[in-house]
């Protein structure tokens, strides 16, 4: 089992639309969780963190974590063509004093217009 | 403030070649990583840096792949010889603490 999973996509969705994408994780004692973006041909940029059980509001963008279950998303409100991007998962966790950083392959989105 | 800097943008090497990318951090960051990221994949760790030690480097591959901070600003990363498995974009983050937060503009390497 890979440690960050993420559907590849792409998922296209229509302008204007709720974008939910997802992430699961193996690791239990995984900590904090982050969402980038990367445009094609581009570098990830940072765009959500959350640690904690819940919701996180920034914008039209909302991470939810669900710890028991394993999972994160990130649901994109009224999209954007110019959302159109891959968005990749991050789980940062402390293995044997160890801090792990790990990115997930990516969701590519499509919003048309 | 001034982002993360890499050179090259772009390199085109035979295999069994050596190459080498540099990274310069923002200002004031203590930590750097040197990221691999092949096509359709996340970006995979090679090396961590926390000033100018060694936090992680335990999927560097060590035979081929070497990197050094130097005063703890700017870094090398090194490959030396190339393999066709090693075309990628490398990335290099920094940040102020463990979790990297801004990426430079990556080199995408190609062997051939």
């Known amino acids: 089992q890979k440690e960050v999973e993420q559907n590849s996509g792409p998922l296209s969705v229509p302008e204007g639309a709720i974008a939910s994408l997802n992430c699961t994780y193996s690791?239990?004692?995984?900590?904090?969780f982050f969402w980038y973006r990367q445009y094609s041909g581009k570098s990830p940029e940072l765009i959500m963190f959350?640690?904690?059980?819940g919701d996180k509001e920034d914008g039209r963008f909302t991470a939810q974590l669900n710890k028991a279950s394993q999972y994160v998303s990130l649901l994109i409100r009224d999209s954007q063509p110019s959302d159109s991007a891959t968005y990749l998962c991050a789980v940062h966790h402390t293995t044997s004093g160890t801090y792990k950083y790990i990115f997930g392959t990516g969701t590519r989105l499509k919003v048309l217009a | 403030e001034a982002g993360v800097a890499q050179s090259p943008r772009y390199k085109i090497i035979e295999k069994r070649q050596s190459v080498a990318f540099w990274c310069n951090p923002i200002?004031?960051?203590?930590?750097l990583y040197w990221y691999q990221q092949i096509l359709g994949q996340g970006p995979k760790l090679l090396i961590q840096f926390q000033n100018n030690g060694v936090v992680d480097d335990s999927q560097l591959p060590k035979d081929r792949f070497s990197a050094e901070r130097l005063k703890g600003v700017d870094s090398t990363l090194k490959i030396q010889p190339a393999k066709l498995e090693d075309s990628a974009v490398y990335l290099c983050a920094s940040s102020l603490d463990n979790r990297p937060r801004y990426f430079g503009p990556g080199t995408r390497l190609t062997v051939t």
């Open positions: 959350i640690y904690s059980n």
């Open positions: 690791d239990r004692g995984s900590q904090s």
């Open positions: 200002s004031g960051h203590a930590t």
